[in-house]
């Protein structure tokens, strides 16, 4: 493992602590995670592309867990950035880094830049990602702090009511923040993530390349 990688890790640990503190003060609940949920046969065909992925996740996206057999993701909702609702359905046809992250989660915010980064790199037509802010109070203090930090190529979504992390509560999938799921055009979930990553490294370009059957 990676210096970095060892950085991320601690992080991670520090954003469960941070979740469980918001839970006790009434905000977001803290969540345990066990299997996955949805309907595998309609994501038969994911199955090549999760192959392809599940050497990659190494490096500093060794924690990344690729679905040896891919399920359909909940179709999340949520607010674009003029506040008009959406969900994940509407980027159908799209390959989607899907990332939940709150200004009191320190990992979160620590993984924004790079998060950015992968947008400008790789976003286009085939590819976006999708990170919703579920920040509850203060609902101006994350495009705030996005701004004061020049992180601009992401597009702001946000669920102020936090639904997107109750869903993923009910597919029993998150135990802390900040969490990462990679999508398919199909919005089959290839892979998830719990905990920050360094999303403009090599190898998660390497591995967001084979989700999309590229290279970078």
């Given at each position: ?68 057999t ?52 790789l ?10 802010n ?22 702001y ?60």
């Amino acid at each position: 493992m990676t210096s970095r990688s060892k950085i991320f890790a601690a992080s991670g640990a520090l954003a469960l602590v941070a979740l469980a503190l918001v839970a006790l003060g009434g905000g977001a609940a803290f969540y345990s995670v066990a299997g996955n949920a949805g309907n595998s046969a309609s994501c038969s065909a994911a199955r090549a592309s999760a192959a392809r992925m599940a050497p990659l996740a190494r490096g500093e996206v060794a924690a990344v867990q690729v679905n040896a057999t891919p399920v359909s993701t909940p179709d999340l909702a949520f607010n674009g950035p003029d506040g008009t609702p959406t969900s994940l359905s509407a980027f159908k046809g799209r390959t989607l880094l899907v990332n939940l992250w709150a200004t009191w989660c320190p990992p979160c915010l620590k993984e924004m830049p790079a998060l950015d980064a992968l947008q400008s790199a790789l976003g286009g037509k085939d590819f976006a990602v999708i990170a919703i802010n579920i920040d509850t109070r203060n609902l101006d203090k994350p495009k705030a702090w996005l701004a004061e930090r020049k992180i601009s190529a992401l597009t702001y979504y946000a669920d102020p009511q936090a639904k997107v992390f109750q869903e993923l509560r009910a597919a029993r999938k998150v135990e802390g923040m900040p969490v990462s799921l990679i999508v398919d055009a199909d919005g089959c979930e290839l892979a998830i993530l719990q905990g920050p990553a360094d999303w403009a490294s090599p190898d998660a370009k390497a591995l967001i390349g084979a989700a999309l059957k590229r290279s970078n």
